[in-house]
């Protein structure tokens, strides 16, 4: 079995996005820990946050994938900007700790023209200066679909990002079916093999979560621009072997398709259909 779930407002505040999930047929979620733009996030109610986590507990949610704000770019070529992504990326994981025991996804971010080297040691630095060793986050490192400068679309740059990590056991990755397709990974065609090299790469007792997503552009066309499930280039039967894969079982799968709340419902319950219809899906 997976977890299942998608991206929920979190201006309602924690338990209320845990009773949506529910309603939705999901159990996990991914929440944006501020405005997907960035700024200052609005004030924890730690009550809130308990009541959450006891929530979970007893419906038998799997870790929730949060999600930091697009604009958190903290390999930027501007010293202010790098300023600012490591501000956000400091306050949201002391904020994770009010509900421990979660995932923290970001987007290791672009470059801008100063080089991936460059920009993987920034990357590093930042998470070496933001995380401490008491948290009980794991934090994920996004694979990427490699539009502009971005670093990530390639397990090299994920690698090497981790090496330079020193608290080793917080820190994971997550893929995106999505940004393994439009970078270049042909999950459609070689699905094992692409895993056996994210293994060989990365190690397998990395991969945290899933970001599950169908796309709108061709193999390799370092777009990012996702499609509902079944409706895109990568179609129904590649995600269902995505989600039906044994290596993937137990995990949180997020979906980030262009839907409302029927819509999404609708996925989850498909992804479930997946699940019992598959001879491994249990
Ligand atoms: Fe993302
Ligand atoms: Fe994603
Ligand atoms: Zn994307």
Redesign the pocket.
């Known amino acids: 079995m997976i977890y299942i779930g998608n991206h929920l407002s979190s201006s309602d505040g924690f338990l209320a996005m845990g009773k949506h999930a529910s309603e939705l047929g999901a159990d996990t979620f991914a929440f944006f820990t501020r405005n997907p733009r960035g700024g200052k996030a609005k004030d924890i109610d730690p009550a809130d946050a308990a009541a959450l986590m006891a929530y979970m507990e007893e419906h038998h949610f799997g870790p929730l994938v949060a999600h930091a704000p697009y604009t958190m770019n903290l390999c930027s070529d501007k010293a202010d900007i790098r300023k600012f992504a490591f501000d956000m990326l400091a306050d949201d994981l002391k904020r994770m700790e009010y509900v421990p025991g979660n995932y923290y996804n970001f987007h290791p971010g672009s470059h801008v023209g100063q080089g991936t080297e460059t920009g993987i040691g920034f990357i590093a630095e930042a998470l070496n200066g933001a995380m401490f060793p008491e948290m009980q986050t794991t934090v994920l490192l ?1 694979m990427m679909a490699g539009k502009g400068s971005e670093i990530g679309s390639r397990f090299e740059e994920i690698r090497a990002i981790i090496d330079k990590v020193e608290l080793k056991e917080k820190i994971g990755v ?1 893929i ?1 079916t ?2 393994l397709w439009d970078g270049g990974h042909d999950i459609g065609g070689h699905l094992d093999d692409v895993l056996a090299e994210f293994d060989a790469v990365i190690d397998l007792d990395r991969l945290k979560a899933v ?1 599950l ?1 169908d796309s709108m552009n061709p193999q390799a066309a370092h777009k990012d621009r996702h499609q509902k499930l079944g409706e895109g280039m990568i179609g129904a039967g590649v995600l269902k072997a995505v989600v039906t894969h044994p290596l993937l079982q137990g995990k949180p799968f997020i979906l ?1 398709t262009p839907n409302e709340d029927e819509g999404y419902k609708k996925e989850i319950a498909l992804v479930r259909a997946w699940m019992c219809t598959s001879s491994h899906g249990m």
Do not use: Q, S
Request: with cysteine.
């Open positions: 996004e997550c995106d999505c940004h970001h997503n980030e």
